[in-house]
């Protein structure tokens, strides 16, 4: 593969068709008599006063109820991202555009503000972020994470993290008087200690060094933190399973949790284009191990089924997962917030 074809720093190197468009520009000849210019990838912000921002989640695989994304696309380029597909809905590809037009939702804090001053609300834990990841690079210029963070705690509000960027620190003196009051847990996405996979698997995260030591920090700080890896990929990074945990365990990390990779909506394209350009010794082996543990497909909607697979090396995954976690202490315990501390800004003094 000529590596001077690629798109320096990205992991998608195509952008898919988007389903919602009916015409696309596409390069049919390299013979053309029209020149034809390879656009680069500079990442554009685009900023947007957004309606709504904390979901409602429904999906029983995940262990969150609540989630807020002050950003859309992401910068980090993770190739096997579930939330590229999300992107079509703002009319954009979910391959390079997702990581290289990212919508930044100016107003989030208040919207955050505005939502939890609803007389409906009943105190719950909100996943920041569900989607992509709010401590991307787009955080260094906007600071919208450390805003909404600031709202939880004049709200006491319950809020869980998960991130693959050691920026959280730069709020670690927020996130500690949360963790003070019980009302935050942080997870650090880790997919590989191998620099050279994590480099084009998802070119503008943080090292595994780096994250090891954001945990190890979190942790001093007596913060619950937690390792999370995701997406397990067979024949790429499945060997990894339990030098990642052990690392974690020696990092401050309590507790643990996986996925299995599943590549929907377009993903199937992205991912298997970058298999090719990347790893083709084993390209095939790859995508054939993830076919048989989904059924022969490359993805499956199935609840219960679709995160963790099915078969002989879905299963092999989730027992070296189970064992090494229970070995390194990282089966955790239920952890629950406290969210009796909820209190809407004024409310104290109706007490008088």
């Not at 002050?70 to 579930?82: M, Q, R």
């Not at 809020?159 to 927020?174: R, Y």
């Amino acid at each position: 593969m000529d590596q001077s074809t690629l798109h320096k720093g990205r992991g998608a190197q195509i952008n898919t068709f988007n389903q919602f468009h009916k015409h696309q520009l596409d390069k049919a000849e390299d013979t053309g008599i029209d020149e034809w210019e390879e656009r680069a990838a500079p990442t554009v912000y685009i900023e947007e006063y957004a309606k709504t921002l904390v979901n409602k989640v429904d999906s029983p695989d995940l262990h969150f109820d609540y989630s807020m994304n002050p950003y859309s696309g992401c910068e980090h380029g993770c190739i096997y991202c579930y939330a590229r597909n999300a992107h079509e809905y703002h009319g954009f590809s979910a391959g390079i555009d997702f990581e290289s037009k990212i919508i930044v939702r100016r107003n989030a804090p208040q919207l955050l503000h505005d939502f939890l001053m609803r007389p409906s609300w009943e105190p719950a834990p909100i996943m920041l972020s569900g989607n992509t990841d709010c401590y991307q690079p787009a955080e260094q210029t906007y600071r919208l994470t450390r805003q909404l963070l600031e709202v939880c705690l004049r709200f006491k509000q319950p809020v869980n993290i998960i991130t693959k960027n050691a920026g959280v620190l730069k709020d670690l003196d927020v996130i500690s008087e949360l963790a003070r009051l019980k009302l935050v847990s942080i997870v650090l996405t880790i997919t590989s200690l191998d620099e050279k996979i994590r480099r084009v698997m998802e070119p503008r995260t943080t090292t595994a060094k780096q994250k090891f030591e954001t945990m190890r920090q979190l942790a001093e700080a007596g913060i619950r933190v937690g390792v999370m890896i995701g997406p397990v990929i067979p024949g790429l990074t499945d060997h990894e399973i339990s030098s990642i945990l052990e690392k974690a365990s020696h990092n401050g990390a309590s507790f643990s949790a996986y996925t299995f990779i599943r590549l929907n909506g377009v993903l199937p394209l992205i991912f298997h284009d970058w298999l090719l350009r990347q790893f083709p010794d084993r390209a095939g082996k790859i995508w054939h191990l993830i076919e048989q543990s989904h059924g022969g497909k490359v993805n499956d909607t199935r609840w219960g089924m679709r995160m963790k697979g099915e078969g002989p090396v879905a299963t092999m995954i989730a027992q070296q997962f189970k064992k090494f976690s229970a070995r390194f202490g990282l089966n955790g315990t239920n952890w629950h917030p406290d969210t009796s501390q909820f209190c809407r800004p004024g409310e104290q003094l109706k007490l008088f």
